[in-house]
Protein backbone atom coordinates (compact mmCIF):
# COMPACT_ATOMS: atom_id res chain seq x y z
CA UNK A 1 0.00 0.00 0.00
CA UNK A 2 1.21 3.73 -1.03
CA UNK A 3 2.90 5.05 1.94
CA UNK A 4 3.46 9.10 2.73
CA UNK A 5 5.92 11.28 5.54
CA UNK A 6 3.90 14.06 7.42
CA UNK A 7 5.53 16.12 9.42
CA UNK A 8 4.04 18.43 11.66
CA UNK A 9 6.05 21.38 12.14
CA UNK A 10 7.43 23.45 15.19
CA UNK A 11 4.40 26.26 14.69
CA UNK A 12 2.19 23.27 14.72
CA UNK A 13 3.61 21.72 17.92
CA UNK A 14 3.88 25.04 19.88
CA UNK A 15 0.43 26.61 18.71
CA UNK A 16 -1.41 23.24 19.55
CA UNK A 17 -2.58 22.20 16.85
CA UNK A 18 -1.44 18.88 16.52
CA UNK A 19 -4.61 16.90 17.25
CA UNK A 20 -6.69 18.72 15.09
CA UNK A 21 -3.90 18.41 12.17
CA UNK A 22 -4.12 14.41 12.68
CA UNK A 23 -7.81 14.33 12.78
CA UNK A 24 -8.18 15.73 9.37
CA UNK A 25 -5.85 12.15 8.06
CA UNK A 26 -8.02 10.36 10.14
CA UNK A 27 -11.37 11.43 9.23
CA UNK A 28 -10.28 11.13 5.39
CA UNK A 29 -9.42 7.97 6.02
CA UNK A 30 -5.67 7.58 5.94
CA UNK A 31 -3.99 4.91 8.27
CA UNK A 32 -1.52 5.86 10.52
CA UNK A 33 1.16 3.49 10.32
CA UNK A 34 4.64 5.60 12.53
CA UNK A 35 4.23 8.44 14.68
CA UNK A 36 6.55 10.57 17.29
CA UNK A 37 7.63 13.75 18.96
CA UNK A 38 11.26 14.30 17.92
CA UNK A 39 13.85 17.15 17.56
CA UNK A 40 15.23 17.60 14.11
CA UNK A 41 19.26 18.47 13.87
CA UNK A 42 21.21 19.90 11.30
CA UNK A 43 22.26 16.99 9.62
CA UNK A 44 18.72 15.64 8.86
CA UNK A 45 17.32 18.92 8.23
CA UNK A 46 19.48 19.55 5.56
CA UNK A 47 18.86 16.11 4.14
CA UNK A 48 15.38 16.79 4.39
CA UNK A 49 15.89 20.35 2.17
CA UNK A 50 18.35 18.94 -0.05
CA UNK A 51 16.00 19.93 -2.68
CA UNK A 52 16.25 23.77 -1.83
CA UNK A 53 20.17 23.74 -1.07
CA UNK A 54 21.04 26.85 -2.55
CA UNK A 55 17.42 29.33 -2.53
CA UNK A 56 17.32 32.16 -0.13
CA UNK A 57 14.79 30.30 2.19
CA UNK A 58 16.85 26.87 2.54
CA UNK A 59 18.85 28.25 5.33
CA UNK A 60 15.72 29.82 7.27
CA UNK A 61 14.22 26.48 6.75
CA UNK A 62 16.15 24.73 7.83
CA UNK A 63 16.83 26.92 11.30
CA UNK A 64 12.92 26.78 11.58
CA UNK A 65 12.84 23.01 11.32
CA UNK A 66 15.46 22.35 14.16
CA UNK A 67 13.59 25.36 16.42
CA UNK A 68 11.15 23.41 18.34
CA UNK A 69 9.89 19.50 18.38
CA UNK A 70 7.76 18.31 15.51
CA UNK A 71 5.49 15.19 14.93
CA UNK A 72 6.92 13.29 12.45
CA UNK A 73 4.01 10.81 10.89
CA UNK A 74 3.83 8.05 8.10
CA UNK A 75 0.35 7.21 6.54
CA UNK A 76 -1.02 4.29 4.71
CA UNK A 77 -3.74 4.50 1.98
CA UNK A 78 -4.53 4.43 -2.16
CA UNK A 79 -3.09 7.47 -3.42
CA UNK A 80 -1.92 9.25 -0.32
CA UNK A 81 0.32 10.70 -0.99
CA UNK A 82 -1.41 12.98 -3.84
CA UNK A 83 -4.47 13.01 -1.20
CA UNK A 84 -2.13 14.16 1.31
CA UNK A 85 -1.35 17.19 -0.71
CA UNK A 86 -4.69 17.82 -1.13
CA UNK A 87 -5.53 17.65 2.54
CA UNK A 88 -2.53 20.11 3.22
CA UNK A 89 -3.10 22.95 0.84
CA UNK A 90 -0.76 24.74 -1.34
CA UNK A 91 2.31 25.94 -0.09
CA UNK A 92 1.74 29.62 1.25
CA UNK A 93 -1.34 29.54 3.67
CA UNK A 94 -1.66 33.68 2.53
CA UNK A 95 -3.37 31.95 -0.85
CA UNK A 96 -4.50 28.62 0.10
CA UNK A 97 -7.89 27.32 0.03
CA UNK A 98 -9.79 27.79 3.78
CA UNK A 99 -10.93 24.07 3.52
CA UNK A 100 -6.94 23.03 3.49
CA UNK A 101 -5.10 22.59 6.46
CA UNK A 102 -2.31 25.25 5.42
CA UNK A 103 -5.40 27.12 4.87
CA UNK A 104 -7.05 26.95 7.93
CA UNK A 105 -4.06 27.53 9.87
CA UNK A 106 -1.66 29.68 8.54
CA UNK A 107 -0.39 32.80 7.79
CA UNK A 108 2.65 32.52 6.02
CA UNK A 109 4.66 30.60 4.04
CA UNK A 110 7.69 30.74 6.17
CA UNK A 111 5.41 28.91 8.92
CA UNK A 112 3.12 26.66 6.76
CA UNK A 113 2.79 24.05 9.55
CA UNK A 114 3.04 20.64 7.54
CA UNK A 115 4.87 19.05 5.21
CA UNK A 116 3.81 16.54 3.14
CA UNK A 117 5.94 14.25 0.80
CA UNK A 118 5.57 15.38 -2.89
CA UNK A 119 6.17 12.24 -4.82
CA UNK A 120 6.02 8.34 -4.01
CA UNK A 121 9.81 8.75 -4.40
CA UNK A 122 10.30 11.67 -2.21
CA UNK A 123 7.80 9.64 0.37
CA UNK A 124 10.40 6.20 -0.06
CA UNK A 125 13.12 8.97 0.72
CA UNK A 126 12.02 10.68 3.81
CA UNK A 127 10.21 8.20 5.51
CA UNK A 128 13.87 6.40 5.58
CA UNK A 129 15.20 9.26 6.77
CA UNK A 130 13.04 10.18 9.47
CA UNK A 131 12.17 6.06 10.53
CA UNK A 132 13.67 2.69 11.08
CA UNK A 133 12.07 -0.25 8.95
CA UNK A 134 10.32 -1.20 12.64
CA UNK A 135 9.14 1.38 13.64
CA UNK A 136 6.49 1.29 10.85
CA UNK A 137 4.08 -0.68 11.96
CA UNK A 138 1.90 -2.89 9.90
CA UNK A 139 -1.83 -4.00 11.55
CA UNK A 140 -5.42 -4.56 10.57
CA UNK A 141 -7.44 -1.55 10.92
CA UNK A 142 -11.23 -1.52 11.71
CA UNK A 143 -13.38 -0.38 8.96
CA UNK A 144 -10.72 -0.85 5.59
CA UNK A 145 -13.70 -1.91 3.65
CA UNK A 146 -16.00 0.75 3.83
CA UNK A 147 -13.20 3.32 2.17
CA UNK A 148 -12.56 1.23 -0.71
CA UNK A 149 -13.19 -1.34 -3.05
P1 LIG B 1 6.82 21.01 2.09
O1 LIG B 1 5.70 20.03 2.22
O2 LIG B 1 7.18 21.66 3.41
O3 LIG B 1 8.01 20.44 1.38
O4 LIG B 1 6.24 22.19 1.23
P2 LIG B 1 5.96 22.24 -0.33
O5 LIG B 1 6.34 20.92 -0.97
O6 LIG B 1 4.57 22.73 -0.50
O7 LIG B 1 6.96 23.36 -0.78
P3 LIG B 1 8.51 23.25 -1.20
O8 LIG B 1 9.01 21.84 -1.10
O9 LIG B 1 8.67 23.96 -2.48
O10 LIG B 1 9.21 24.14 -0.06
C1 LIG B 1 9.61 23.55 1.16
C2 LIG B 1 9.35 24.54 2.28
O11 LIG B 1 10.23 25.66 2.13
C3 LIG B 1 7.95 25.15 2.29
O12 LIG B 1 7.04 24.37 3.03
C4 LIG B 1 8.17 26.49 2.95
O13 LIG B 1 8.19 26.38 4.37
C5 LIG B 1 9.57 26.86 2.49
N1 LIG B 1 9.49 27.71 1.29
C6 LIG B 1 9.27 27.34 0.01
N2 LIG B 1 9.27 28.39 -0.82
C7 LIG B 1 9.50 29.46 -0.03
C8 LIG B 1 9.62 30.87 -0.28
O14 LIG B 1 9.52 31.33 -1.42
N3 LIG B 1 9.86 31.67 0.81
C9 LIG B 1 9.99 31.17 2.07
N4 LIG B 1 10.24 32.01 3.08
N5 LIG B 1 9.88 29.87 2.33
C10 LIG B 1 9.63 29.03 1.32
MG1 LIG C 1 8.20 20.00 -0.64
Redesign the pocket.
Same mark, same amino acid.
Given at each position: MERTFIMLKPDAVQRGLVGQVIARFEAKGCKLVGMKLMKVDRALAEQH?A? @?KGK??FE??VN?IMSSPVVATVWEGKSVVAIAREL?G??NPAGANPGTIRGAYGMD??R?V? @??S?SVSSADREIALYFKTEEILEYDKAGQEWLSE
Open positions: YE @HAFPTYMSTISNI @HGD
